[in-house]
């Protein structure tokens, strides 16, 4: 098939098949990208709420593992805060350097590194008294410069509790303490040292590999941070203050890179943990899937699409059948294909429809070439036989002027009524005359024909009205019928013939009655009458021509009713309607 046979085929604008594709497939492309977008959105929803859920998850675990670090860090500062050797040697008044004080160091120290034994998270244990008494176990080396350090001023003003201190240079460790009391006097403050590693291992958390997580205190300083980052302390520092804080996840676009932060705030040590994943590596599977979703989303409408070119082909087949059906028809040719439409279906109906129609129209055309052909016979018959009415009239003259000089009155007559019968015939071209004249003709033909029997014709006209004789009727409407009645009815009898013409009205309608005591019909006879067309000499009609032509003209209940009994009578009604 060609390109532009089918761009015609299916244009919305020149052919239903157009119209039901199109349809067919805008529904078909709306529906497929609704549903694969909100197969993709739910998708990435989904694939967002299970990142944000691990992701809180694994802060949750890094945080509880840091915390079971810090609790037994705390049950052993509780260890040493309670511990009588440690009190009773920041008590003592020995000095350095001295034997006692040699001894004091050396219990000290022993049961520090027993504290510490077996756990590497620890990288230093310290007891400090304010009398500058310090001892330690680990490193980095430690003297009584601590004391004046800023780490100890906050260790010591939050001491009372749990202290937390972030302590960056080389090792990066966090620093816990706790105040050393003694009869409710401040005599010194017990420190451990977490390892920085151990703080990095347990936060090591990376959903993706450009994922980045900051642990910051409450001072707004980073207990960790990623060796390297994207993104700058203040960024996060702000973002963290924007965030107050509070747990959950939320969508940021940051130095135009959207990411998801995932934010967890610690009970136990009041740090917020936030965590930044970049969303394209997060949706990394969902955009493979989005494509995945498109493809096939390509594929199903191409087949849809194919499948609708066919439905809709199908659908409409007989409609383009019945479209060739027509072309051929309006072309002139009357003769529908062989190929018929059988479904019953609207389209198979208005198939019927137009065959039938054709075929009526086939039978109008064949009427109208049958009535041409009659016309233009009728037409070369006029044009043979035609002769000027004034050239018969003056030669009838001449043979009444004979006949009048040579003393024969039947000629004379019979001349007369001729005259007059032709000149009603040849010279006045109306359809319609009045009653009157339609006597006057009548009685003209009688005269004529009475001369053709021995026993003579009685012709009696009666009239109900005289009003009656100036209705309308058609031209040679009764002829006919007396010629009828007396051909037919009233030759060959043996007694004296009679017509009679009665004019009435009756239910506002013209009635004309012509009956004659002749030989009668019976009932086929009267059929085979209004079969058979009955010629006669002068006007070539006969009863059947003229019912035909009142029927034709004014239709049902008008025309010719003949009632007839065999040997007895012969009545001939006309029914026609009151035309002044």
């Not at 802060?59 to 009190?87: F, G, H, M, Y």
């Not at 620890?122 to 601590?146: C, H, M, Q, T, Y």
């Not at 026993?455 to 009205?465: A, F, G, S, T, Y």
Request: hydrophobic letters at 40%.
């Amino acid at each position: 098939m060609k390109f532009s046979s089918l761009k015609k085929l299916i244009s919305p604008t020149v052919s239903i098949q157009g119209k039901i594709f199109v349809a067919f497939s805008l529904v078909t492309l709306l529906g497929i990208v609704a549903v694969t977008s909100i197969v993709y959105l739910y998708m990435r929803e989904t694939v967002k709420n299970n990142a944000i859920t691990s992701v809180t998850e694994s802060i949750r675990q890094a945080d509880e593992s840091l915390n079971l670090r810090l609790e037994e860090v705390s049950r052993l500062n509780t260890v040493v805060a309670t511990n009588k050797t440690v009190l009773d040697t920041l008590l003592s008044k020995t000095e350095e350097p001295s034997f006692e004080w040699f001894q004091e160091q050396k219990r000290i120290e022993e049961f520090l590194s027993a504290l510490i034994a077996y756990k590497p998270y620890i990288s230093r244990v310290a007891v400090i008294g304010l009398n500058e008494k310090v001892f330690f176990v680990g490193s980095p080396w430690l003297d009584k410069n601590i004391l004046f350090t800023p780490m100890m001023d906050d260790l010591l003003q939050n001491g009372s509790g749990h202290a937390y201190f972030h302590q960056p240079g080389f090792n990066n460790s966090i620093v816990t303490g706790r105040e050393l009391r003694y009869n409710r006097n401040l005599i010194g403050m017990v420190m451990f040292d977490l390892n920085d590693e151990i703080v990095r291992k347990i936060y090591d958390v990376k959903p993706t590999s450009d994922s980045m997580l900051y642990v910051v205190d409450r001072k707004n300083e980073f207990i960790y941070q990623p060796s390297t980052s994207a993104l700058d302390q203040e960024t996060i520092m702000k973002l963290n203050e924007e965030l107050n804080g509070s747990d959950g996840a939320v969508e940021r676009i940051i130095n135009q890179t959207s990411y998801l932060v995932v934010m967890r705030k610690s009970e136990y040590t009041g740090w917020s943990t936030l965590a930044l994943v970049p969303m394209k590596s997060l949706l990394t599977e969902t955009a493979r899937i989005r494509h995945m979703l498109a493809t096939v989303a390509i594929i199903v409408f191409i087949i849809i699409v194919i499948g609708t070119l066919q439905v809709s082909s199908r659908m409409t087949r007989n409609i383009r059948r019945l479209r060739s059906m027509m072309m051929h028809v309006m072309e002139g040719n009357m003769s529908l294909p062989t190929v018929e439409i059988h479904s019953k279906d609207e389209i198979g109906q208005l198939y019927q429809v137009f065959k039938s129609m054709v075929e009526q129209l086939k039978r109008l055309l064949e009427g109208i070439m049958t009535t041409e052909k009659e016309k233009r016979e009728a037409e070369l018959a006029v044009l043979q036989a035609q002769i000027r009415p004034h050239f018969l009239y003056n030669t009838l003259n001449t043979v009444k002027y004979l006949a009048k000089l040579n003393g024969v009155p039947n000629i004379v007559e019979v001349s007369e009524s001729l005259i007059e019968l032709m000149r009603g015939v040849l010279g006045n071209t109306n359809e319609f005359l009045t009653l009157q004249e339609e006597l006057q003709y009548v009685r003209s033909y009688v005269t004529i024909e009475k001369y053709k029997y021995v026993e003579p014709v009685h012709l009696m006209i009666e009239v109900e009205n005289d009003e009656l004789l100036q209705l309308s009727v058609l031209k040679l409407m009764l002829q006919p019928l007396v010629e009828n009645a007396i051909i037919h009815g009233l030759s060959g009898t043996e007694c004296e013939g009679e017509v009679l013409i009665r004019i009435y009205e009756e239910n506002k309608e013209l009635r004309i009655d012509v009956r004659d005591n002749g030989k009668g019909m019976s009932k086929d006879q009267i059929k085979a009458l209004f079969e058979a067309n009955t010629n006669t000499r002068f006007s070539g009609m006969g009863v059947r021509n003229v019912h035909e032509r009142i029927v034709r003209l004014f239709g049902e209940p008008y025309g010719v009713f003949l009632d007839s009994e065999p040997d007895a009578f012969t009545t001939v009604q006309i029914r026609f309607p009151m035309i002044t």
